[in-house]
């Protein structure tokens, strides 16, 4: 029992504790001054352009967005849906992307419009003071957008 009291060996459990101590607080400094979340952007937006292309042209859209840090999943949706409708399209979002640096990327199909179902749709926006600004694509037609998020 007395050779683990020794002068020796409490230098060592001495320095092994002080060396994990410095390394958990050299991870949490790096941590709190560099590592900061995605901000929030999940939600649903009303999509607003002046000429839609293709199948969407005479549709009012709605952009529901799911987040997950910076993976994101979605749906275009025609605002004609009804709630249960919506709801039950969250579980089987048409579109997956990313989200980096205040933009947006997003691609897939629009499964859920009518007309539109095997058809190709890339979304690339950015988020200023809660609005996206961007283009949406389909079938590599492009036209410009803005979203604002709608009231829950």
Not at 9 to 25: K, P, Q, R
Not at 49 to 57: E, I, T, V
Not at 88 to 101: D, M, N
């Given at each position: 029992?007395?050779?683990?009291?020794?002068?020796?060996?409490?230098?060592?459990?001495?320095?092994?504790?002080?060396?994990?101590?410095?390394?958990f607080s050299?991870?949490?400094?790096?941590?709190?001054?560099?590592?900061?979340?995605?901000?929030?952007?999940?939600?649903r937006y009303?999509?607003?352009?002046?000429?839609?292309?293709?199948?969407?042209?005479?549709?009012?859209?709605?952009?529901?967005?799911?987040?997950?840090?910076?993976?994101?999943?979605?749906?275009?949706?025609?605002?004609?849906?009804?709630?249960?409708?919506?709801?039950?399209?969250r579980k089987?979002?048409?579109?997956?992307?990313?989200?980096?640096?205040?933009?947006?990327?997003?691609?897939?199909?629009?499964?859920?419009?009518?007309?539109?179902?095997?058809?190709?749709?890339?979304?690339?926006?950015?988020?200023?003071?809660?609005?996206?600004?961007?283009?949406?694509?389909?079938?590599?037609?492009?036209?410009?957008?803005?979203?604002?998020?709608?009231?829950?």
């Amino acid at each position: 029992m007395k050779s683990l009291f020794s002068a020796k060996w409490l230098m060592f459990y001495g320095s092994t504790i002080a060396f994990v101590i410095a390394l958990f607080s050299i991870a949490t400094n790096y941590g709190e001054a560099n590592l900061k979340a995605q901000p929030k952007i999940s939600g649903r937006y009303k999509i607003t352009a002046k000429d839609l292309p293709g199948c969407l042209k005479s549709k009012t859209l709605i952009l529901s967005i799911e987040q997950s840090g910076i993976y994101l999943n979605g749906s275009l949706l025609e605002s004609t849906h009804s709630t249960q409708e919506q709801t039950a399209l969250r579980k089987k979002p048409s579109l997956t992307g990313t989200f980096r640096q205040q933009n947006l990327e997003l691609s897939g199909n629009a499964a859920q419009i009518q007309g539109c179902e095997s058809d190709a749709i890339a979304i690339q926006s950015a988020i200023v003071q809660n609005t996206l600004n961007g283009k949406l694509s389909l079938n590599n037609t492009a036209v410009n957008f803005v979203a604002q998020p709608e009231e829950t």
